[in-house]
Structure formats: structure tokens, C-alpha cells
């Protein structure tokens, strides 16, 4: 066995044997999964023919019992344990979302008895602190040293709050500047453990934006485009998708161009060439982009003009753009090289 994992593992049982009765080492085991899966309160009274508020009673006493034991170095195998931790979470940023401390310790994609496991060392551990899962956060293991769950809770409020005021994504460094943290590292740190960010390409932003978590193939385009900062084909931003670190990136030429020709965020410039609206492209024909042009225009203008103005929403050739002005309905002819709307 890996050497983390005996250390862990008899960190764990150390701690157990402290516990006297039986029953509290099975209701702790099932509470935290430590064996198998997490079980609710519910399940285990019921199990055990007790009320749920009696196995909180007792999961809580013996919680205190284990702290009490840790503080007064009952259990010798807690100390090699908690140092393990310790060391990994100073290099992680001091604090860590569970499963990402669990990979790291274990060298490998963590079991979810590895991860319990680690979860239950640091709930009662003189030098760590945990963060309970809920709707905003993940759970987490932190250094005590650095500040309790109540602290580390508000410092991930406080960056979701500051992305939430930019109302865009933001880098690592752009929050740096707005924070009083030792390290950039420990900003990162801290986000992880936010359920309501995202991250992707190095930009930290709110989940729900498709910028940092897109979740269809048209969220996933917009990534590649706005990323590029330039007009793409579409055959070009498929390639791109697939070579991505987005989660599902096995996608079709084919199904790309759909969803181009679908999402109004999206302009065809040329042949099979695609530019964001928010760039300033318009859609429409190259007869539409010139009319747009002169009802802009309070006098004629020369064909160079309308040809430079044309090229820089569309990538399409001259002969093509000049082609266009020949239509009599729409352009009239006022000079040798002036036009106007007919």
C-alpha cells in the first residue's frame, strides 16, 4: 500500500479505536462513510431502531470526544495524518476543495472512501478545519491556522461578490489586485471551493456564465471565438472544440455549422467565416451591409470608401462587394465614383 494511505488508514482506525461502543463506531463509520456511502440520520435511526435526533446526539458527542482525544494526543497515528495534510494544503494554498486534496495526496483520482476518510481526520484534527457541502460550497479542508469554516466561507463570498461587481470573468490576477492575499495562489484556492464560480482558460467567472462553464455547443463556440478574439471557419472552431479542455468536446463539423446559422450571437462574414455580433458584425447580404453603410453616410461616397467600410465586417473579395453596387434598385450613380442610396 502506498505509503499516504497506511498513514491515513491508520489514522483512521486509531481514531475509531478511542471510541468505546460499538454502536458509535458504526453510527460515525455510516455518518461519514468511511466503509461505504454516506448515510442520512434517518437511515441509520431507523437501522438501529433509534430517533434521527438521537443519532445527531450521539454523532455530536462523539465528535467532541474525538477533538478532546486530539487535543490531549490520545491518537498517535493523528499526528503523521494531519501533518500529511498540513504539508499538501501549504503547497495547495492553504485551503482545498476535499476531492482535490484527496487526488493530490493519493497521486491518483481519489476513491470516495479516500476522500471521507480525510474529510473525518480533519473534522476533529487540532490543525485543520473543514467546510460542510451545501448549496454554495464544496466541501473543503483547510489549515487551521489560517482561519476557521465561518472565515473561509466569507473570503469565498467575498470573491464571488467582487466577480459578481465586474460582471465578467476575471483572471487570478485581476482579483489579486483587488484582494489583500499573501499569494495569488491562495485566491485560487479559495474560489475552488465556491459551487457558484467556474473557471476555464485561466478566466475565473460565475457558473452560469457560458464564458467559464458552457454547457452546449453553441456556449462552447462562443469560448473559442471570444478566446480567439477573431473571426473563425466554422471547420477551424470544431477542430478547436475538440482539441479543448471543455467536458464534452466530440462534436461534428456538421453540428458546429448548424448551431452557427441558429445563434443571432453569431455573424457569417464570409464563406464559412464567423465573427461575433458583439464585434460589431451585422447580418445580412453584402447589398444589405452597403445600404447600412450609406444611410449612415450624410453624402455620397466613392467606391474605395464603401469597399474599405464593406471589408471590415465582411471577409469577402472586391469583385464581389463592387458587384453589389451595380444593383440600380438599391445604389444610384451620382458622379464618375460617387454612390447613394437609389
Known amino acids: 500500500m502506498d505509503q499516504n494511505a497506511e498513514i491515513l488508514k491508520n489514522a483512521i482506525q486509531g481514531s475509531l ?28 435511526g431507523e437501522s438501529l431502531s433509534i430517533t434521527r435526533e438521537r443519532v445527531r446526539q450521539l454523532e455530536k458527542a462523539i465528535l467532541i470526544r474525538l477533538q478532546i482525544s486530539a487535543e490531549e494526543n490520545e491518537i498517535p497515528e493523528l499526528a503523521p495524518a494531519e501533518k500529511l ?9 492553504r485551503v482545498a476543495k476535499l476531492s482535490d486534496l484527496a487526488d493530490k495526496v493519493y497521486g491518483r483520482a481519489s ?5 471521507t476518510g480525510i474529510y473525518f481526520i480533519a473534522t476533529f484534527a487540532k490543525g485543520l478545519t473543514v467546510v460542510e457541502e451545501n448549496d454554495r460550497y464544496h466541501a473543503a479542508v483547510g489549515i487551521a491556522e489560517y482561519g476557521d469554516s465561518r472565515t473561509i466561507r466569507e473570503r469565498v ?14 483572471t487570478i490576477d485581476e482579483l489579486d489586485n483587488k484582494l489583500n492575499y499573501e499569494h495569488p495562489d ?4 479559495v474560489a475552488s471551493i465556491s459551487k457558484l464560480l467556474a473557471t476555464l482558460n485561466g478566466l475565473w467567472g460565475l457558473s452560469k456564465w457560458p464564458a ?12 473559442i471565438l471570444e478566446t480567439h478574439k477573431e473571426p ?6 470544431a477542430k478547436e472544440i475538440r482539441e479543448s479542455n471543455f467536458k464534452r468536446k466530440n462534436v461534428t463539423v456538421q453540428a458546429i455549422h448548424n448551431e452557427l446559422i441558429k445563434d ?3 455573424v457569417l462574414i464570409g464563406r464559412g467565416i464567423y465573427a461575433l455580433s458583439s464585434w460589431g458584425y451585422k447580418k445580412g447580404t453584402i447589398s444589405d451591409i452597403i445600404k447600412l453603410i450609406l444611410e449612415k453616410s450624410d453624402k455620397p461616397m466613392t467606391r474605395e470608401e464603401i469597399v474599405k467600410q464593406v471589408l471590415k465586417v465582411r471577409k469577402v473579395k472586391e469583385t464581389t462587394i463592387l458587384l453589389n453596387l451595380q444593383n440600380k434598385k438599391l445604389f444610384k450613380k451620382v458622379d464618375k465614383n460617387l454612390y447613394t442610396l437609389a
Do not use: C, Y
Not at 17 to 44: C, H, M, S
Not at 232 to 237: A, C, G, P, V, Y
Open 17 to 44: 479505536k478511542i471510541i468505546e461502543q460499538e454502536r458509535e463506531r458504526e453510527i460515525v463509520a455510516r455518518r461519514f462513510g468511511l466503509d461505504g456511502p454516506k448515510e442520512t440520520l434517518e437511515q441509520i
Open 186 to 189: 491562495h485566491i485560487k484556492a
Open 85 to 93: 495534510l498540513i504539508r499538501n494544503l501549504t503547497e495547495m494554498g
Open 157 to 170: 463570498d467575498q470573491i464571488v461578490d467582487i466577480i459578481k461587481k465586474n460582471k465578467q470573468p476575471m
Open 232 to 237: 473563425m471557419h466554422f471547420s477551424e472552431i
Open 264 to 266: 443571432p450571437r453569431f
Open 212 to 223: 467559464v462553464n458552457p454547457k452546449n455547443i453553441r456556449d462552447k463556440i462562443f469560448v
Open 111 to 115: 476513491k470516495p472512501t479516500e476522500r
